[in-house]
């Protein structure tokens, strides 16, 4: 595609349930991220993929929180057990390859609100 | 560990008159810096990046950046801002060499007066 793909756009969810975020990189992009966006506040790094391979977990606030990218293509953010502190905007990126010089294109994100 | 201070969370200017949003950062190691710009409910958009050379950098949509190594600064300026620059702007480094993560600011709401 021609950008970076989030869905859903808005998911709301009970304390206690389950979610998962999808994001589609632009193709052929081989490193996928992703951040956590607290209202008013900038990004922060959660989970980065090179490929299949989740090289860097180190974001990720709990054992709640997992993430996978079984192809190496699409990626999915999954939440357990949901809490009001996860209620943020998930936002994914990609880039075309595994180097910090690459720009990281980032898609319009998942705002998630936990009731 | 990297860290990044935008120094003015809020910064009103009238259209058309001239903009700086200040970024200072702190690593041990060298780093490469991004400017980003986010709209309502948008991700983010790459406004310019430093990674070598010249340390004045030119983006899009009119902006760029001077990098300053002995202040350690980054600072995004415009000569002359529209109503359509209105946005979050968020300032953002990234290791040379080690964890491939960016490392943001808490971004600097630009709000533009006619």
């Known amino acids: 595609g021609a950008g970076v793909s989030q869905s859903p756009r808005y998911k709301v969810a009970k304390r206690g349930q389950d979610v998962a975020l999808r994001c589609d990189p632009i193709?052929?992009?081989?490193?996928l991220f992703w951040y956590q966006q607290a209202l008013g506040q900038g990004p922060e790094f959660l989970t980065y993929?090179?490929?299949?391979?989740?090289?860097?977990k180190s974001g990720l606030p709990s054992d709640r929180f997992f993430a996978e990218r079984p192809e190496g293509s699409v990626s999915t953010l999954k939440i357990q057990r949901t809490q009001q502190e996860d209620s943020a905007v998930y936002l994914c990126?990609?880039?075309?390859?595994?180097?910090?010089?690459?720009?990281?294109?980032f898609g319009d994100g998942t705002r998630l609100s936990i009731l | 560990a990297q860290s990044v201070t935008q120094l003015d969370s809020q910064v009103p200017v009238f259209e058309e008159a001239p903009v700086e949003l200040r970024c200072n950062y702190s690593?041990?190691?060298?780093?490469?810096l991004f400017w980003y710009v986010q709209y309502p409910n948008q991700g983010l958009q790459l406004l310019l990046k430093?990674?070598?050379?010249?340390?004045l950098v030119k983006g899009i949509n009119g902006f760029e950046a001077e990098f300053n190594k002995s202040q350690t600064s980054f600072h995004l300026r415009k000569p002359s801002v529209h109503i359509s620059d209105t946005a979050e702007y968020f300032c953002?480094?990234?290791?040379?060499?080690?964890?491939?993560?960016?490392?943001f600011g808490q971004g600097t709401r630009l709000t533009i007066n006619p």
């Open positions: 990126a990609s880039s075309l390859q595994g180097s910090s010089n690459q720009p990281q294109h």
């Open positions: 193709s052929g992009h081989v490193s």
């Open positions: 993929f090179q490929n299949e391979a989740q090289l860097d």
């Open positions: 690593s041990s190691v060298s780093v490469y």
């Open positions: 430093y990674l070598s050379g010249s340390t």
């Open positions: 953002a480094v990234i290791l040379i060499q080690g964890a491939q993560k960016l490392v």
